[in-house]
């Protein structure tokens, strides 16, 4: 009788606790535990998301583990978001993933969180054609990734700076919004006039994007207006946040343009939590039918940190037989694995 391949997916790259588990390709479970600790500090507090990740790892691993129907004997392998994340977040769920697979004696796969966020494309039912190129827009990332197969995929252009939902969460901060900010401005932009100020477009080279200077210049905007009214922010937050997200927008889809004419490939996708961003999916809906792409967008719930994208990758690396030693250890800064 041929094995069933059945893996828990575990990732702790943040502020998520999140596992899955998926079985001959198809995601059985898929349970986040989100931490709201952080949101009276503007940001990720990394001890505390930490201690969250060892308060939260058995229950939500117990439900994933439930919620699919299976038991530890039926697990083929054990898988783990490996990097790029906050060290002591990752360090607990490979910690507990080697530990289960030790005790299981069963395999390791080690998971590259960006690769992984590719990855919410093949969850869905339609599934882009390679090669596609993908725009990958996170909190601490901001790539367009040219994508060839399940595990061979290629950067072609990315930040030199600070990621676009950086851009979103540091404006954020500047406004008083409460973390996570990128959410919360897409909430306030939507009753907001985009074009009620003007923020400036950097002048990057190549695929790549800046947005260092976006965020300065958003800083003197407001030290400028506050001076001459120093409620400018509480009267105008709408327009300010629908401004901002216009230009953070316009940068990306500009530069997903050019890569597409420069790749002559139509087949474009997008993904990351900023790709959960109204403006982003609307505008790109829009460019797309006016250039003839075929557009790729997640569902919201697979845009933002989750096992079932992690799961994902496992599986096919479990194909590969791309397992990992006993010895891999998380990265902070994990290099682009499979880059052919
Ligand atoms: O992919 P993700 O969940 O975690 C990382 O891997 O970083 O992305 C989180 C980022 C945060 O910066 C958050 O503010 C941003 O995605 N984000 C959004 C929206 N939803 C999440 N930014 C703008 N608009 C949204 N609707
Ligand atoms: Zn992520």
Not at 76 to 95: H, R
Not at 236 to 262: P, Y
Request: charged share 20%; glycine share 8%.
């Amino acid at each position: 009788m041929p094995i069933t391949i059945t893996i828990l997916a575990i990732e702790s790259s943040c502020d998520e606790t999140a596992a899955a588990v998926i079985s001959e390709g198809k995601i059985l479970s898929n349970v986040i535990a989100s931490q709201k600790v952080h949101e009276k500090y503007g940001g990720v507090v990394p001890e505390l998301a930490s201690r969250q990740h060892v308060q939260k790892i058995i229950p939500v691993v117990e439900d994933a583990l439930k919620g699919g129907g299976v038991s530890k004997k039926d697990l083929s392998a054990i898988a783990f978001t490996a990097g790029p994340g906050l060290i002591g977040s990752l360090m607990v769920g490979s910690s507990f993933a080697k530990a289960m697979a030790l005790a299981l004696n069963i395999p390791l796969i080690t998971v590259h969180h960006m690769q992984a966020h590719i990855h919410a494309h093949f969850l869905a039912e339609e599934k882009p054609k390679f090669p596609f190129l993908c725009l990958t827009v996170s909190g601490g990332h901001t790539q367009i990734v040219l994508v060839k197969d399940f595990l061979k995929m290629e950067i072609i252009g990315e930040t030199i700076d600070d990621a676009a939902g950086e851009a979103f969460d540091k404006t954020a901060k500047m406004l008083g919004i409460p973390y996570p900010g990128g959410p919360l401005i897409d909430v306030y932009a939507q009753k907001g006039n985009s074009h009620a100020f003007e923020f400036p477009e950097p002048n990057i080279s190549d695929l790549d994007f800046s947005f260092s200077g976006l965020k300065t210049s958003i800083l003197y905007f407001l030290k400028e207006k506050i001076s001459q009214q120093p409620d400018f922010i509480e009267k105008n937050l709408n327009d300010i946040c629908a401004s901002v997200q216009r230009r953070i927008v316009t940068i990306l889809l500009n530069k997903l343009e050019k890569a597409a004419k420069q790749f002559q490939i139509n087949t474009i996708a997008l993904a990351g939590g900023v790709s959960a961003n109204s403006s982003l999916r609307k505008e790109a809906n829009k460019l797309s039918d006016q250039l003839g792409w075929k557009l790729f967008i997640p569902p919201i719930e697979y845009c933002t940190d989750n096992a079932a994208m992690i799961a994902s990758v496992s599986y096919h690396k479990f194909l590969a037989g791309e397992f990992a030693g006993m010895d891999a250890a998380p990265v902070a800064r994990m290099e682009w694995e499979n880059n052919v």
